[in-house]
């Protein structure tokens, strides 16, 4: 048996480790803000991947970000679970869950276990995100953790439900509505999640129910008090048409230079500036002879009317 030591090759940079639920909770233990971005393609997680974020949703808002959808509601589970794939293939070291959609685990227990399995075994999350606080996602929940899948819960604006809510605008804010997220986050903590967005909420109801959360809270419009933020991709990059909403912070305006790069090329495609001398692939000038002699001796006999 040798007795060489083992050498265990760590990266340089510790956090580029894969993000594991046990790390999350130690950054939430440290006070480290958990950055949080959505991906829906292998472009979108690469680009998350190099950016080094912890967390990447593959969210259902890719319904309306890259399927087209007017909500989140009619995109179907096989066709987030193609968008997971492809966003699984571009990450390394970000925790991926995926968006249970809208019809997919409120039936039953059975089908919320069986449509979280999809997600683990076919798309390669590691945890899965169900939306609401009531009683029904509760249980789900519930049972998704039961059957060893880690769930993240959701709470505040819900867009799934947004028509419920009265559209997608700030939930909580009279001190009744304040008082049901509190119950509805606890009640999600209590169930097992490991973790829970609170979306668009009044800062102060966030701040007053930190206190009482054990595990690591992600923010949208939820104010600064929570322990990380997420933003959707394409809002975030301006990948998208309008500023979208009170709480997006812009960093780029890609849209704009995409329509523009297309607009640059095809304008060179029509004046005949593109494809240049540049772009072409050259030839052995005494093969292209002996091309144009075959072109013009057998092919054109070959190709002639009989």
């Known amino acids: 048996m040798s007795t060489m030591p083992t050498t265990m090759h760590l990266p340089q940079d510790a956090s580029r480790l894969p993000m594991t639920l046990p790390r999350l909770l130690e950054k939430r233990e440290l006070g480290e803000p958990i950055v949080m971005v959505t991906a829906y393609d292998y472009p979108s997680a690469r680009a998350a991947d190099r950016a080094g974020v912890d967390l990447v949703l593959m969210g259902d808002s890719g319904a309306m970000t890259v399927l087209g959808y007017d909500s989140t509601v009619a995109v179907t589970l096989d066709e987030l679970l193609v968008l997971a794939r492809a966003t699984r293939r571009g990450l390394q070291t970000p925790f991926l869950v995926g968006d249970l959609p809208f019809g997919s685990y409120e039936v039953s227990d059975e089908q919320a276990v069986i449509t979280a399995f999809r997600f683990v075994k076919e798309a390669g999350c590691d945890a899965v995100k169900l939306e609401g606080g009531g009683e029904t996602s509760v249980r789900r929940a519930r049972a998704i953790v039961n059957a060893g899948i880690p769930v993240m819960g959701h709470v505040g604006l819900t867009p799934q439900t947004a028509t419920a809510l009265g559209g997608y605008k700030a939930q909580g804010k009279n001190a009744g509505a304040a008082a049901k997220i509190a119950r509805e986050a606890l009640a999600l903590q209590e169930a097992g999640c490991f973790s829970i967005v609170f979306e668009a909420i009044p800062s102060a109801v966030t701040e007053a129910i930190m206190p009482r959360m054990g595990i690591p809270v992600i923010g949208i419009g939820a104010g600064p008090a929570t322990d990380g933020q997420v933003l959707v991709f394409h809002d975030l990059l301006g990948i998208r048409e309008g500023r979208g909403a009170k709480f997006v912070q812009r960093y780029a305006d890609l849209l704009d230079d995409m329509a523009g790069g297309v607009?640059?090329?095809?304008?060179?495609?029509?004046?005949?500036?593109?494809?240049?001398?540049?772009?072409?692939?050259?030839?052995?000038?005494?093969?292209?002879?002996?091309?144009?002699?075959?072109?013009?001796?057998?092919?054109?006999?070959?190709?002639?009317?009989?």
């Open 263 to 306: 607009a640059a090329y095809a304008d060179d495609v029509r004046t005949r500036r593109y494809p240049g001398p540049e772009h072409g692939y050259a030839m052995d000038v005494a093969e292209l002879a002996a091309f144009r002699d075959e072109l013009n001796h057998s092919i054109a006999v070959e190709g002639a009317p009989v």
